[in-house]
């Protein structure tokens, strides 16, 4: 099989950016299954709807804090890693295997503990993973394709989500929760299988000395600190997922309490099947935008597009107004799934490290979602309390607040590029100061 040059002229196909895209495919159908669908559905029965909001929060909150500390420590191990199959395929299939039980597990709960254990142990084996998997771009792709691929990437996370809650959200109306579970399973090994078979790994030749946990710690924090940029990238990340997640987990709450309506599953997949639908059709030519016009000007439209479906959402007194407003959130969405990883891997401090640099982007993207849904959920039960349905029109205004953050923080990420003076390796069609 032949893979790009880093470094020639060469551009990836896309049926090659497509099988790289796989396994991530997997995964979002996975956390769309649970997030959107299984948590909500299953959760107040166990502890009641008075504190539905924050025994939801709790539980992606803790688990997701899991996420934040493995998903880098394997993206750094693998990036060591010489494997004969290759350096991240092996972290990849045995993080894989250690998720099966524990959704088994979570498809047969008794009691909210055992939930909370289950969901913890998944996020261990689910980000053992996703961690080394991360590098793949960085590893694979020419470093003018990583727009394209970023979008191709977004794509897959955004149909695999969508995909998941449409098909759990079937099982859920007539209230079985297994077949759901046992679905996750079959994709989720189906979605592996093919990514070990159809993409071929390139095994580093050199292999730099570790010279201890303490020396590497020091090591990258003195990159870091060097090259800011990545971690006011990484902020502004953190932000725009807060307002993202204190929609989306909450979502079939709104539509069912809030809203009155009928059948709250199906049509919260239909809610989010729009902002899927928009964020896939804009994915893929922002892409492409990313690699001719900049990241960050792209990045910039997405939060103020969240902004804008924020405000939107706060007014929303229908179902179909939550799926129009909504939508505009799916544009922004989709312009961020294209820019911003392909930015944050432009802003690697050291690419023979990327493993690790990509892995703490999940500092940003489940710390955003921990802290979303944690403060969302006591924020909607709070706010419930004062008068019934106020606390979804609070959470709606906590969205708009964390995307107008991350617009801030974006402008800082702009200034310390040109700082940085990192034109001198990231071309100026890319990463620009002058955006």
């Known amino acids: 099989m032949t893979l790009p040059s880093l470094n020639g002229p060469a551009m990836p196909s896309r049926w090659f950016l497509t099988r790289i895209s796989l396994f991530w495919l997997g995964l979002s159908f996975m956390w769309g299954t649970l997030n959107i669908q299984v948590l909500p559905a299953v959760v107040p029965d166990l502890v009641g709807s008075e504190i539905q909001g924050t025994a939801i929060g709790a539980i992606v909150f803790i688990g997701l804090l899991i996420a ?50 289950a969901v913890v142990g998944l996020q261990i084996g689910s980000n053992t993973a996703h961690g080394p998997y991360q590098g793949v771009i960085p590893d694979l792709v020419p470093r003018k394709a990583r727009g394209r691929a970023s979008g191709v990437f977004g794509l897959a996370n955004l149909v695999g989500t969508l995909l998941g809650a449409a098909v759990a959200s079937v099982f859920l109306a007539s209230g079985h929760v297994m077949p ?23 095994i580093p030749k050199d292999r730099e000395p570790f010279a201890g ?51 709250p599953e199906l049509k919260t997949t239909a809610v989010l099947g729009a902002v899927l639908v928009m964020a896939v059709l804009a994915s893929i030519p922002a892409g492409w935008a990313a690699d001719r016009f900049g990241r960050l000007r792209l990045v910039a439209m997405a939060t103020f597009l969240g902004v804008v479906a924020a405000v939107l959402m706060v007014f929303a007194q229908s179902f179909v107004q939550t799926m129009a407003f909504a939508s505009v959130l799916g544009i922004g969405l989709g312009l961020f799934t294209a820019a911003d990883w392909a930015a944050a891997i432009d802003l690697i401090p050291d690419l023979r490290a990327a493993g690790l640099y990509m892995g703490l982007t999940n500092v940003a993207t489940a710390g955003g979602d ?43 990420v702009r200034s310390r590029v040109s700082r940085q003076k990192l034109m001198m390796r990231i071309p100026q069609s890319t990463v620009s100061s002058d955006e």
């Not at 902020?235 to 079939?252: C, H, I, K, T």
């Open 180 to 202: 759901a579970i046992l679905t996750v399973v079959a994709v989720l090994l189906a979605t592996s299988l093919a990514s070990w078979v159809f993409v071929a790994e390139p």
């Open 68 to 117: 934040v500390v493995v998903q880098p420590v394997a993206g750094a191990l693998s990036d060591r890693a010489r494997f004969r199959v290759g350096r991240r395929r092996p972290f990849m299939a045995a993080g894989v295997l250690l998720c099966i039980p524990f959704l088994i597990v979570i498809g047969v709960s008794p009691a909210y503990w055992i939930l909370l254990l």
């Open 370 to 412: 921990a802290l979303a849904t944690l403060s969302a959920g006591i924020v909607l039960d709070v706010f419930n309390r004062l008068e019934p349905g106020l606390g979804y029109r609070a959470t709606f205004v906590m969205m708009g607040f964390y995307f107008l953050l991350s617009f801030v923080v974006l402008l800082g």
């Open 213 to 263: 946990v303490g020396t590497e710690i020091r090591r990258r924090m003195g990159e870091l600190g060097e090259r800011p940029a990545f971690v006011w990238l990484m902020l502004s990340r953190l932000l725009f997922f807060m307002g993202l997640q204190a929609m989306d987990n909450f979502l079939q709450l709104f539509i069912d309490k809030g809203l009155h309506e009928t059948d």
